[in-house]
C-alpha cells in the first residue's frame, strides 16, 4: 500500500468516516486522495484518532511489505537453498539490483547480504568484490549517524574488512547513538553487526580490542533491552574464556544456549553453538549472522 491507501485501508477497518477523522471532511479527502501533501504533524494528528502507533502503520506501507517479501524469501532459501521455486524468485529480485554507492540502503543491504549468504550455494551469485567492499566502506565512513540500513550493511560485511578499517568502522558505529529509542529491526541489525564485529576480533586473537568495544556496546546499560544486554554478556563470557580459559565462562556461554533453546529460539541456539565451536576450535569455517527474517 502507498500512504493514501494505508489511511484508506484503517479508516475503514476502524468504521470512520472522514468526518470522524478530520473536522474539515474536505481537507482529510485531499490528502486520502493524494491532492494534499500531508505534514507529519497532521500524520501523527491522524494517527492518534485511529489508535495506531506509527511504527504499526508503517509496517503497511509499499516499501515495507515489498521487504517483508524478501525476507520471507531469503529465510526460506537460507532454510533450503535446493528450494529452486524460493531460488528463482530470489534471483531475479537480485538481478533487478545493480550495485552503487546511490542505490537505496535497503537494497544495498539485500544485495549484500544475498551475495554473503547464497555466493556459496549458487553459481548465479558472485561473493562480494573489492571493488564492492571498497565503495561499501567508503559510503559508511561519511556518515555521522548510522540508521538502521547502515547497520544492516556493516553487520553484513564486517568480517571482510582489513584490521584497520575494522577499527575506523567500530568506532563510527559505536557507541550506539540513541540506542534506548531504536526499533526493533534495527535493534537486531546492530546485536548482528556487535557479533560478527566481537567474533571477527576473537577470531584474529584480538581480546583487547574485543573488550573495548563491548564496553563501548554497552555504555547505557540502564537503557538496553534485555535480550541486547544478553547478547553483550555472551560475547563477553566468550571473550573472558579465550582470555583466561576459566571453565565459568564456559559454563555461562552454554548457559545462554540453553536459555534460547527454552525460548523457543532453537535455530538461533544452534547458530551460536556453532559459531562457539567455531571459535573454540579455530575452524576456517566462520558463520556469520545475518538479520533478515523479521
Not at 531460488?87 to 552503487?100: A, D, G, M
Not at 544478553?230 to 540453553?258: A, C, F, M, P, R
Amino acid at each position: 500500500m502507498n500512504l493514501e491507501e494505508a489511511l484508506y485501508f484503517f479508516r475503514k477497518n476502524k468504521n470512520l468516516k472522514q468526518k470522524d477523522i478530520l473536522t474539515h471532511t474536505s481537507v482529510y479527502s485531499k490528502i486520502e486522495t493524494g491532492k494534499k501533501i500531508l505534514r507529519f504533524s497532521e500524520l501523527t494528528d491522524i494517527l492518534e484518532r485511529f489508535s495506531i502507533p506509527l511504527d504499526e502503520f508503517s509496517e503497511y506501507l509499499e516499501d515495507s511489505m515489498e521487504q517483508k517479501k524478501y525476507r520471507r524469501l531469503f529465510k526460506q532459501c537460507g532454510n533450503d537453498p535446493t528450494d529452486n521455486l524460493s531460488k528463482r524468485e530470489l534471483l531475479n529480485y537480485y538481478n533487478q539490483l545493480t550495485f552503487s554507492k546511490e542505490m537505496h540502503l535497503r537494497e544495498m543491504a539485500n544485495f549484500i547480504g544475498i551475495k554473503i549468504l547464497f555466493s556459496n550455494f549458487w553459481k548465479e551469485v558472485s561473493p562480494v568484490s573489492q571493488e564492492e567492499l571498497n565503495q561499501i566502506y567508503e559510503l559508511l565512513m561519511e556518515k555521522e549517524y548510522f540508521f538502521q540500513y547502515d547497520y544492516a550493511v556493516l553487520s553484513n560485511t564486517i568480517f571482510l574488512f582489513n584490521n584497520k578499517q575494522i577499527k575506523h568502522l567500530a568506532k563510527k558505529a559505536l557507541p550506539v547513538k540513541d540506542i534506548e529509542v531504536r526499533n526493533v529491526e534495527t535493534t537486531e541489525f546492530i546485536k548482528n553487526m556487535i557479533n560478527n564485529l566481537i567474533t571477527t576480533l576473537l577470531r584474529k586473537k584480538e581480546y583487547k580490542e574485543s573488550h573495548y568495544y563491548l564496553r563501548l556496546a554497552s555504555t547505557k546499560e540502564g537503557n538496553l533491552k534485555f535480550d541486547y544486554k544478553l547478547v553483550i554478556q555472551y560475547l563477553d563470557n566468550l571473550t573472558s574464556y579465550l582470555i583466561t580459559g576459566d571453565d565459568s565462562y564456559k559454563e555461562n556461554i552454554y548457559d545462554y544456549i540453553h536459555l534460547l533453546t527454552k525460548l523457543g529460539e532453537q535455530n538461533f541456539a544452534k547458530s551460536i553453538e556453532r559459531e562457539v565451536c567455531s571459535i573454540l576450535s579455530e575452524s576456517k569455517d566462520v558463520p556469520i549472522f545475518i538479520q533478515a527474517d523479521l
